[in-house]
């Protein structure tokens, strides 16, 4: 069965800090991850999606990480601020089929 | 910037009632999606919509739900005979032809609320 974990399931930082949030997947044969924040009551915002032959990309202070063969990804914020706050969701599908596989988000909240 | 919009924003409907979520996907997408989220669950797929017919579907998806593109803006997700457990934000997203990018743009969404 595909499924994707993501860890921790709630962080708590100081604004400026970084931090690095984990996500964990057995969806096969991969096709591509996304990672999503998400506010409260809104839709998800996409961040980055990767493809198996990428193993990093950024978006401004987003930098996100794939490992293929470990079937890990993370997601890098730096220079944190208030407006990060949210949650934050990985995601992944397989190839030859659309339905995605969401993870249950990591709820980040950054303090002054 | 052009967004998905999605009408109302909260419905409140009784147990055994039909209702119709409507969405406005962004107007050069051709592929749309209905997503849902029970609160403090994770977001679930339910179907995907491509030239007219459903490209594929959930196990959520049974004969309860249809989904429909009566025009050439809207679609719309209807629930023919809701229950309790379709509480939920049910989210409509879109995404342009396959050109390779996998990027979709989600509507924020209309909260379910059954009596």
């Known amino acids: 069965k595909n499924q994707v974990e993501q860890s921790p399931q709630s962080l708590i930082i100081l604004e400026g800090k970084n931090c690095t949030l984990q996500?964990?997947?057995?969806?096969?044969?991969?096709?591509?991850l996304r990672w999503y924040k998400q506010d409260t009551g809104r839709g998800p915002v996409s961040l980055t999606i990767?493809?198996?032959?990428?193993n990093t990309k950024s978006n401004g202070r987003y930098t996100a990480t794939l490992d293929a063969d470990t079937k890990q990804s993370s997601l890098h914020i730096t220079a944190s601020q208030l407006s990060d706050s949210a949650s934050y969701i990985c995601?992944?599908?397989?190839?030859?089929?659309?339905?995605?596989?969401f993870g249950r988000g990591t709820s980040l909240i950054v303090h002054p | 910037e052009p967004e998905v919009t999605q009408t109302p924003s909260h419905q409140v409907t009784q147990m055994g009632q039909e209702v119709i979520l409507r969405c406005v996907p962004i107007?050069?997408?051709?592929?749309f999606y209905w997503y849902r989220q029970i609160l403090g669950q994770k977001v679930e797929f339910l179907v995907s919509?491509?030239?007219?017919?459903?490209?594929?579907k959930s196990e959520i998806f049974d004969d309860q739900f249809s989904v429909e593109r009566p025009d050439g803006s809207n679609f719309t997700l209807k629930i023919r005979s809701t229950k309790l457990e379709d509480s939920a934000m049910y989210f409509c997203?879109?995404?342009?032809?396959?050109?390779?990018?996998?990027?979709?743009?989600f509507g924020p969404g209309t909260r379910l609320t059954v009596t």
């Open positions: 996500c964990n997947y057995t969806v096969s044969p991969f096709s591509n």
């Open positions: 919509f491509y030239n007219n017919e459903i490209s594929e």
């Open positions: 990767m493809t198996f032959s990428e």
């Open positions: 997203a879109s995404r342009r032809t396959p050109d390779g990018s996998y990027e979709q743009y």
């Open positions: 107007s050069n997408h051709l592929y």
């Open positions: 995601v992944v599908s397989a190839g030859g089929s659309y339905i995605p596989t």
